[in-house]
Every structure is written in structure tokens, then in C-alpha cells.
């Protein structure tokens, strides 16, 4: 399983970005995919799910301003990210999971990218 992560920065508040994360060996058609994120100093949280079948959950903190959305034609999923703020400051993840709600052990997760909100 691989999964890989892209699309962070540094941005001012307020902004969007689209993080994108590229899986490969496993199938991903028929997987549960997840977002979470790890800021400085803090634990990993979940911020989104996407089952298989397009059902999408979402972190209440998150809700409205982060969409999730996938590509099983190109094994992708996506976090797209608006009017961001300080507090979203963190290293993002991707992660294949059983479910697409919460953090569980067993869960596989990418790299990370480095999302920084800073005027």
C-alpha cells in the first residue's frame, strides 16, 4: 500500500488549497478513505472520511469549509480547503481505513504535507 500526499503550503488566512493524496496497491475503488491531521505539539485528528460509495463525513470543526471527494478512476482522493485559518495549521495525512469515520489501529497513512496558515 502506498499512499502519497500533495498539494500543501504556506497561505494567508482566508485562502483555499486542494491537497491531494495518489494511492496505489490495494483497491482503491472499494476502500474507505480518510483525511486526518497532526498540528505542532498535538495528536493525530481525523478531519474526513469518504466511503467507497461517495458517502463523505466530516470533523465538526471542519464542516462546511473542508470537501472531500475521490477519483476511482485515478485511485485519488481529495481535501479541498477553504477560508482557512491559523488553527488548521498541521501536517495532513491520508489513510486508508476500514471505515471512513475516525482513527483506528490498523488504518495506513501517507507521508504527510505540510499545510501553514500565516499572514
Known amino acids: 500500500v502506498q499512499l502519497v500526499e500533495s498539494g500543501g503550503g504556506l497561505v494567508q488566512p482566508g485562502s483555499s488549497l486542494r491537497l491531494s493524496c495518489a494511492a496505489s496497491?490495494?483497491?482503491?475503488?472499494?476502500?474507505?478513505m480518510l483525511w486526518a491531521r497532526q498540528a505542532p505539539g498535538r495528536g493525530l485528528e481525523w478531519v474526513s472520511g469518504i466511503y467507497f460509495d461517495y458517502t463523505t463525513y466530516y470533523a465538526d470543526s471542519d464542516k462546511g469549509r473542508f470537501t472531500i471527494s475521490r477519483n476511482n478512476a485515478e485511485n485519488t482522493v481529495y481535501l479541498e480547503m477553504n477560508n482557512l485559518n491559523p488553527e488548521d495549521t498541521a501536517v495532513y495525512y491520508c489513510?486508508?481505513?476500514?471505515?471512513?469515520?475516525?482513527?483506528?489501529?490498523?488504518?495506513?497513512w501517507g507521508q504527510g504535507t505540510q499545510v501553514t496558515v500565516s499572514s
Open positions: 489513510g486508508m481505513s476500514e471505515t471512513a469515520v475516525g482513527i483506528k489501529e490498523g488504518d495506513i
Open positions: 496497491g490495494f483497491t482503491f475503488s472499494s476502500s474507505s
